[in-house]
């Protein structure tokens, strides 16, 4: 029986690609010149610093661009909210996020069920949800559905089984 697996995942590297660029062009633009703009990466979350919140707004913005470039979704971008810290900076932290959580997997089900295709069923799994079905057709048709929808996360599709 045809399958295929929904999933949501960020690749690291092109975020660690556009982290580095940002903060190289942060270093040369002559509007961040003084400000000590800085991005800081780790494994689940980044760390925006600079001197005022309208810098962090524009540090923010240039990070968003240099995703784009780098064909990271922005969906996986979870920005929390600007913090005052000493001597007059601010910073800012911005989870990564990752996996289908169930809320969205339940989603995912339901836009399946509406789908009204009796042969199609999903299942979630951890933090990926399979979706069967008895034809290739109504898989391909199930994925596009949910290109269409406006899910919290962006999706992949993997593990696609004849």
Known sequence: MPSFDVVSEVDLQEVRNAVDQANREATTRFDFKGTDALIEFSEKELSLSATTADRLRALYQLLEEKMVKRSVSLKTLDAGKIEEASHNSARQKVA???????????????????????????SIQGDHVR????????????????????????????????
């Open 96 to 122: 990564l996020k990752a996996g289908i959580s169930q809320d969205v997997g339940k989603q995912i089900n339901k836009l399946v069920k509406d789908m009204g295709l009796k042969s199609l069923s999903s």
């Open 131 to 162: 979706v069967t079905g008895k034809q290739r057709d109504d898989l391909q048709r199930a994925i596009t559905v949910f290109k269409e929808a406006d899910l919290a996360v962006p999706l992949q599709f993997t593990n696609f089984r004849d």
